[in-house]
């Protein structure tokens, strides 16, 4: 990656003031480093609301949807190795993994049927306790396992991860939180964390206490108010908005 457009991203992201914003300058990073996807995700310290969980994407939606629905974040390699270690994850080192867990064998096979085939991951600690990974994925061939690229791309791309968070920080902490409003009752909000936890309509209504269509009840009304089209959408728009946070 040339230093003069990583700088016009950090320029950016400097002086970004929405989400949206973010983005689109993390969609930037992904092309000008030969990736075809992104993801940034964290979850942010806050005294007032108590921490809150943010999900940028430019992955398959349908994915998105899958890993949520199906609880992967406690299968996930990446978030076990962003979790407890500062450096750059290349996808390849779990192929060892893949061997010995039958989990994340399944895991990563279904994350590669829905294009993501390889790419890195950068984790960013802040001293608050917050934790937050970025990372850049390609759906093609394999150009990560070239030393070379590796030496010149990981550099940069772990200090854009950090701008990126301070941005997201910026952002959360100036306005988008502060105009925030829930509009989810605590029982939607169970509905789909129990779903986000892989439970099927019966299972959650057992957990809860409640009756099947009461459950399917609540989550259509949170389809409606996030104006989702599915389960698997409402859980992401959820999320991704800090209105509920799966258990990590």
Known sequence: MEHEKYDRIVDALSRAGSIDEIQEQCSVLSEITGFDLFQYGAVIPNACTGPVAIIISGYPPEWLGHYLEQ???????????C?????????EETKPM??????????MGESR??????????????????????SLASSGKDHSQTKSFLNKTIPLV????????????????TSAMAHLQDPL?????????????????????????ISERTV????QNACVKL??????????????????????
Not at 71 to 81: L, R
Not at 83 to 89: F, L, N, P, T, Y
Not at 158 to 168: G, I, K, Q, T, Y
Not at 228 to 248: D, W
């Open 113 to 134: 049927d829905f294009g993501l085939k390889s790419g890195l991951s950068f984790p960013v600690h802040t001293p608050q306790g917050g934790l937050a990974i970025l």
């Open 158 to 173: 772990h200090r854009a991860a950090f701008h990126v968070h301070e941005a997201v920080q910026r952002v959360i902490g």
């Open 98 to 107: 893949e061997q010995e867990c039958k989990k994340i064998r399944k895991f």
């Open 83 to 91: 979790c407890s270690k500062m450096v750059a994850m290349n996808w």
């Open 216 to 219: 399917k009840y609540h989550l």
């Open 227 to 248: 104006n989702a089209v599915n389960r698997s959408q409402a859980i992401a728009r959820a999320v991704s908005l800090g209105l509920i946070r799966p258990t990590l």
């Open 185 to 209: 009752t605590e029982r939607e909000k169970d509905c789909l964390l129990w779903t986000a936890d892989g439970k099927t309509s019966w299972e959650t209504a057992k957990i809860l206490g």
């Open 71 to 81: 609880g992967y974040i406690g299968v996930d390699p990446v978030v076990t190795h």
